[in-house]
């Protein structure tokens, strides 16, 4: 939805798994965010991608995860040795520029840990 | 830093009752940006509006309409005429003006239309 494509929709992995959660932008936005979800909360800024300049990484919560984005465009978010805590919804959004334009998300990744 | 509170956990209301979601926000900037989103249940993040600081004037949208104050540093939302579909999660966000600003939510205001 909304010029980002998100995959997979749900993704149910064993505790200790390693899990990759993508991110498709439509060309042309430059800047590029993730944000967790937990059940009933709000939503929990993990990274920020923009253009060529080194990634705002300040919101990962442990060193079990990282992103990188390709060619300005597709977005991948590893999560190692997975806990249940990581249970979540991740959102992808896109944003035309960076600093203060609004922010078009994807419908999210659905990650269970069991 | 950059904080947004919505005081307002969850609001049920009757169809047709006009209510108004809280958001206040903190930030050092004298350049920052404002938004409304909605999360229906279905979960997709919906853009509603944005705003920046240079701009107070109010902004109706059909049933919508918002309210910035920077004397209060409070961005308010009312939908008058409330309907069923506007039953959804609302969330307001604030971006300070740079290359490298991200977006800081609250924690969302879950409005409950009953018909």
């Known amino acids: 939805g909304a010029g980002v494509s998100q995959s997979p929709s749900n993704k149910v992995t064993e505790k200790g798994k390693d899990v990759e959660l993508r991110c498709d932008p439509i060309?042309?936005?430059?800047?590029l965010y993730w944000y967790r979800q937990s059940l009933g909360q709000g939503l929990e800024f993990l990274i920020y991608f923009q253009g060529n300049s080194a990634p705002d990484k300040s919101g990962l919560p442990s060193d079990r995860f990282s992103a990188e984005r390709t060619g300005g465009s597709v977005s991948t978010l590893t999560i190692q040795r997975t806990q249940q805590e990581d249970s979540a919804v991740y959102l992808c959004?896109?944003?035309?520029?960076?600093?203060?334009?609004?922010?078009?998300f994807g419908q999210g990744t659905r990650l269970t840990v069991v | 830093a950059q904080k947004v509170t919505q005081a307002q956990t969850e609001i049920s209301v009757v169809e047709k009752e006009d209510v108004t979601l809280d958001c206040v926000y903190e930030?050092?900037?004298?350049?920052?940006?404002l938004f409304w989103y909605k999360q229906p249940p279905s979960g997709e993040l919906v853009f509603l509006i944005r705003?920046?600081?240079?701009?107070?004037q109010n902004e109706i949208s059909g049933r919508y309409s918002w309210n910035f104050q920077k004397s209060t540093s409070s961005f308010n939302f009312t939908i008058t005429a409330s309907q069923v579909v506007d039953s959804a999660v609302y969330f307001c966000a604030l971006s300070e003006a740079g290359r490298y600003s991200t977006l800081t939510f609250g924690k969302g205001t879950m409005l409950l239309v009953s018909p």
């Open positions: 060309s042309g936005h430059t800047a």
């Open positions: 959004a896109r944003s035309l520029l960076a600093g203060g334009t609004e922010a078009f």
């Open positions: 705003r920046n600081s240079f701009d107070e």
């Open positions: 930030t050092r900037d004298t350049t920052y940006y």
